[in-house]
C-alpha cells in the first residue's frame, strides 16, 4: 500500500467514523420513544446502525488487513403456526405472526452482548477516526494496522467473561440500588392513583392493573439481589352463583343480574387483603429507605468521577479556559483545594479514587438491605404465607388423588388386559400339554416350549409394570443411584453429580425421580439435547435436584403435559419445578421439594419374601 | 476347578432356591450352601470359598440390594471369587461395578434366564471359569445408547461381535450366532483389542477388559 493510498483510505474511515455519532443521535431517539412506550423502534435503530459497523468490518478486512468476523447472536426463529392455527407465545395465542417476531426481534437484539459494545464503539469511535488520519499521516500504513486491530477489539466476537470484575459488579450493584429506588417511585405514583380512586367503582380494576408494578419489583429484585420475594395476593374471589330461581343473593337483597355481586364480591376481596394495604405502605417505605441506602453511595461516587474529571479531563484540554474555569469551580463545590499544577493534581487523586472505591464497595450488600426490606414490606406477612401454603396443597391434594385413581386404573388394566390374561392361556396350554404327553409326546414337547416363552413374556411384561410403578433400583438403592441408572439408560450423556448424606423420605424419593424421567425423556426427545447434567443436593430441609442440558430450549412449562405433570405431582409435597429455557438453550430445570433425610441407610421393609429362612 | 464345582446358592425365595439347588446337583455341581438372606451368604462365602456362587440382589434383612453388596464386598476381600449375580431386574449401574474390578468370574443375569436350563448351566460353568455372562438386556440397552469416542473407531459388525463378547460368548459361539467361521471372529477380536488399545494378555481377561470398555463408553 503507497503512503498516499493509505491517507486517502485513513480520511475514509475517519469520515466513517463521525457518520457513528449520527447513528448514536438516531438509537437515543428511539430510546426516547422506548421510554414513551414506543418499543418498536429501538431493535430498528440499533439494527439499521449495523450497517455502520458492517461497512467498518468490511473495510477493516480489505483496507486493514485484519478480518473482524460478526459478533452477533443468531437471529431467532421465525414463530410457526400451530395446528389449530394460532400462533403462540408463553401463555398468549395471537391470530397473526408480527408481534411474536417483534418481541423476539426485541429480545434477540437487547440480550446480545455485542450491541453494549458497538454503541460504546459508537460513541469513541470518531474520535478514533481523528487519531488515525494523523497517525496515518505521520507514520503511513501501519496505522491503518493499528485501526483494524482496534475494530475487531470492539466489532469482533469476544468470550463472554464468565466471572465479572469488581468494579463491574460493584457498579451494577449501584445500578441494582438505583433500580430498586425508581421501581419504588414508580410504586409510589400509582399509589397515589389507588388513593384517589379509592371511592371509585374502579377500584379493585386499578389496584390489579397496578400490581404489575410491584410483581415487577419482586422478581427483577429476586433476578438482580438474589432476594426472593413471594406474591402475597388473596386470590380472586369464586364467580357468585346464582339460586335456584337463578337470582343472586348478597345479604338480604336479590338480583337479576351478577354485575353488582361481582363488583361487591371483587371490592371486598381487594380490600379485605391486608396485601392491598401493604403495598401502599411499600410504595412510600421502599423509596425512602433505597433513598437513605442509595444517597452515600452516589454521592461518593460521582464526588470521585467527577474530582478525578476535574483533576485529569480538564488538564488534556488546557487549551480551553471554559473547562479549567468549570473544574476550579467543582472544586470549590466538592470541597478540594483548587488545583492548578500537577504537583496537587497527583497528590488528590488518591483522595478522590479512595472515595470512588468507597462509594462503590458496600453496594452489593446495601443493595441486598434494600431488596431485604422490600420483602419485609413486599412479601407476604407469616399468616398469609401459611394460607397460600394451606390453598395450594388443598388444590394439589385434589389433583393428586385424581391422578393416584387414575394411576391405580391404569395398572388395573394392564394387570387384567396383559398378564392375567397370559397367564389365563398359560393354564390352558398346560391342559393341552397334560392330554398330550402320553399321545404325542413330540407336540407336547413344542407346547412345553411355547409355554416356557409365554412365561418369559409375562415376566417381562410384569417387569416393565413394576418399574412404571415403582422403580426397583429407588428401593434398593436410593434417589441417588436410582437417578445414576436412569441417566446410564439415556441416550444422551449424562452426568449426574452431587450427593446425599442419607435417604430421602420413600415418596418424596419416587416422586423426584420420575420428575428427572420426565425432564431427561423431554431432553432427549423436544429438546434435542446431547448433554445434560444432573446435580442433586439437599440443605436447609430441602431436596434440589437440578437438571441442566445443551438442547434449543424453549421449553414452556405451560405448554408441556409432561411439565404440568411433574408440577402436579411436586405440588402434593409442596415442592416447585422451576424452569429457565430461553430459545436457543441451555435449558435448565430445577425440582425443589421439602423433605428430612433420613439418615439410616434404610429400614428393614417388609419381607415380600414367601418364606423367611 | 474340582470335577464337582461347589456352590452357593443365596436365595430368599424358598421355591426358587430349591429350584435352583436341584438344578445345579443335577447339571453336575456340588451346592455346599444354600442360605436366604445377606449375612448368610457372607459367612457361607467366607467359609466354603465356593468355586461359583449363585446370588439373588434382593435379599433380607434389608430387602434392598442386601446381595449385590454381599458379593461386591466378597471380591474385594478375594478378587476374582466367581459369582453369578441373579436378579428380577437388570440395571446398567450394577453391571458396571460388578465388572469395575476387572478381575472377571462375574455374571449377572434376568431370573428368567433359568427357564433355559441349558444356557444357564453354560453361564455357570463360564463365571466359575473365570469367564463373564452378561445378560443380553443390559447389552441392548448399552447398544441402544449412543456409542461414544473409545467405539468409535470400531467397525458395525465388529460392534455386534463386541456385544456378544460382553454376553460372555466365546469365540465359537459368536460365530455360531453371527453365521461365519471362527476364524473370522478371531480376527474381529483382534482387531477390537488392538483399537481399544488392550494389550496382550491371557485371552480371557482381554475379553473382560473390552467388556469394560465397552460398558464405559455407553
Request: aromatic content about 6%.
Amino acid at each position: 500500500m503507497t503512503y498516499p493510498t493509505a491517507v486517502r483510505r485513513a480520511f475514509a474511515l475517519a469520515g466513517l467514523a463521525l457518520m457513528s455519532w449520527f447513528d448514536v443521535l438516531v438509537e437515543l431517539l428511539a430510546f426516547a420513544l422506548l421510554c414513551v412506550g414506543l418499543v418498536f423502534f429501538l431493535p430498528s435503530a440499533i439494527l439499521w446502525a449495523r450497517g455502520r459497523s458492517r461497512r467498518t468490518r468490511a473495510l477493516a478486512g480489505s483496507w486493514c488487513g485484519v478480518e473482524v468476523p460478526d459478533p452477533y447472536r443468531p437471529e431467532p426463529p421465525e414463530p410457526v403456526r400451530e395446528r389449530d392455527g394460532w400462533y403462540r407465545d408463553g401463555n398468549q395465542l395471537f391470530k397473526r405472526s408480527w408481534w411474536i417476531r417483534v418481541n423476539r426481534r426485541i429480545n434477540w437484539v437487547m440480550d446480545d452482548a455485542a450491541v453494549g459494545r458497538e454503541l460504546q464503539w459508537q460513541l469513541v469511535n470518531p474520535v478514533a477516526g481523528l487519531v488515525l488520519v494523523v497517525a496515518t499521516v505521520l507514520s503511513g500504513p501501519r496505522a491503518l494496522r493499528g485501526y483494524g486491530r482496534w475494530t475487531r477489539w470492539w466489532l469482533g466476537p469476544r468470550a463472554a467473561r464468565l466471572r465479572a470484575g469488581w468494579r463491574h459488579r460493584h457498579s451494577e450493584s449501584l445500578g441494582h440500588q438505583i433500580g430498586i429506588f425508581v421501581l419504588g417511585l414508580i410504586h409510589l405514583v400509582l399509589a397515589c392513583a389507588q388513593l384517589v380512586a379509592l371511592v371509585l367503582p374502579f377500584f379493585p380494576a386499578l389496584v390489579v392493573a397496578s400490581r404489575t408494578v410491584p410483581d415487577t419489583a419482586r422478581r427483577e429484585i429476586h433476578n438482580w439481589t438474589g432476594v426472593r420475594i413471594p406474591r402475597p395476593y388473596l386470590p380472586p374471589p369464586p364467580l357468585p352463583v346464582p339460586r335456584a330461581d337463578g337470582l343472586f343473593q348478597v345479604g338480604k337483597q336479590l338480583y337479576e343480574e351478577p354485575w353488582w355481586p361481582v363488583q361487591r364480591a371483587r371490592f371486598r376481596w381487594i380490600t379485605r387483603d391486608p396485601a392491598t394495604w401493604r403495598d401502599l405502605a411499600a410504595a412510600v417505605l421502599v423509596p425512602v429507605v433505597s433513598a437513605v441506602l442509595l444517597i452515600p453511595t452516589v454521592v461518593l461516587t460521582f464526588w470521585g468521577i467527577g474530582g478525578l474529571a476535574a483533576l485529569w479531563a480538564g488538564r488534556f484540554i488546557s487549551g480551553w479556559p471554559a473547562a479549567q474555569q468549570a473544574s476550579a469551580h467543582y472544586f470549590e463545590v466538592i470541597g478540594l483545594p483548587v488545583v492548578t499544577s500537577l504537583g496537587p493534581a497527583l497528590a488528590v487523586t488518591p483522595v478522590a479514587l479512595a472515595a470512588l472505591v468507597l462509594g462503590l464497595a458496600p453496594t452489593t450488600w446495601l443493595a441486598r438491605q434494600q431488596a431485604r426490606f422490600a420483602r419485609l414490606v413486599l412479601g407476604p406477612t407469616e399468616a398469609i404465607r401459611l394460607a397460600q401454603r394451606v390453598r395450594r396443597l388443598d388444590q394439589t391434594r385434589s389433583d393428586v388423588t385424581v391422578a393416584q385413581a387414575a394411576e391405580l386404573r391404569r395398572i388395573e388394566r394392564d394387570l387384567h388386559d396383559g398378564i392375567q390374561s397370559r397367564l389365563v392361556a398359560m393354564g390352558m396350554k398346560l391342559g393341552a400339554v397334560e392330554a398330550l404327553i402320553d399321545s404325542d409326546p413330540a407336540a407336547a414337547k413344542k407346547l412345553a416350549a411355547d409355554l416356557r416363552a409365554a412365561s418369559a413374556e409375562a415376566l417381562t411384561e410384569l417387569r416393565v409394570l413394576v418399574r412404571g410403578i415403582h422403580p426397583p433400583v429407588l428401593s434398593e438403592r436410593g434417589l441417588l443411584d436410582a437417578v445414576r441408572a436412569v441417566a446410564l439408560d439415556s441416550p444422551l450423556k449424562a452426568e449426574v453429580t452431587g450427593s446425599l448424606a442419607g435417604r430421602v423420605e420413600e415418596p418424596v424419593e419416587a416422586c423426584a425421580y420420575f420428575a428427572v424421567c420426565e425432564l431427561l425423556g423431554n431432553a432427549a426427545k423436544h429438546g434435542a439435547a446431547r448433554r445434560v447434567t444432573i446435580s442433586l443436593e439437599h440443605g436447609d430441609g430441602l431436596l434440589r435436584v437440578t437438571v441442566t442440558d445443551d438442547g434449543k430450549g424453549g421449553a414452556d412449562a405451560a405448554r408441556g403435559s409432561g411439565l404440568r405433570g411433574i408440577e402436579r405431582r411436586l405440588g402434593a409435597f409442596d415442592g416447585t419445578l422451576t424452569l429457565t429455557s430461553p430459545l436457543g438453550g441451555p435449558t435448565e430445570a430445577i425440582v425443589e421439594v421439602p423433605c428430612q433425610l433420613d439418615p439410616e441407610p434404610s429400614s428393614p421393609k417388609t419381607s415380600t419374601s414367601s418364606e423367611t429362612a | 476347578m474340582s470335577a464337582r464345582p461347589r456352590t452357593v446358592v443365596a436365595e430368599d425365595q424358598y421355591l426358587l432356591r430349591d429350584g435352583l439347588t436341584h438344578l445345579l446337583t443335577a447339571h453336575g455341581f456340588d451346592v455346599v450352601a444354600a442360605v436366604g438372606s445377606g449375612p448368610e451368604l457372607a459367612a457361607a462365602l467366607r467359609e466354603h470359598r465356593p468355586d461359583v456362587s449363585i446370588v439373588d440382589v434382593r435379599m433380607p434383612p434389608t430387602n434392598t440390594d442386601e446381595g449385590l453388596q454381599v458379593a461386591l464386598a466378597a471380591r474385594r476381600e478375594s478378587p476374582g471369587l466367581p459369582i453369578l449375580v441373579l436378579s428380577q431386574h437388570v440395571e446398567q449401574l450394577y453391571a458396571r461395578e460388578l465388572l469395575a474390578d476387572g478381575t472377571g468370574a462375574v455374571g449377572y443375569l434376568l431370573k428368567d434366564r433359568v427357564f433355559n436350563a441349558a444356557d444357564f448351566i453354560d453361564a455357570v460353568r463360564r463365571v466359575a471359569a473365570g469367564g463373564t455372562a452378561m445378560d443380553p438386556e443390559v447389552i441392548a440397552k448399552l447398544v441402544a445408547g449412543n456409542a461414544s469416542d473409545p467405539l468409535a473407531a470400531l467397525t458395525p459388525r465388529e460392534r455386534e461381535v463386541l456385544a456378544l463378547m460382553a454376553e460372555g460368548c466365546s469365540n465359537a459361539a459368536v460365530a455360531a450366532r453371527l453365521h461365519f467361521s471362527e476364524g473370522a471372529v478371531g480376527k474381529h477380536t483382534a482387531n477390537i483389542f488392538a483399537k481399544l488399545g488392550i494389550a496382550a494378555s491371557d485371552d480371557t481377561n482381554r475379553r473382560v477388559l473390552a467388556v469394560l470398555a465397552y460398558l464405559s463408553a455407553g
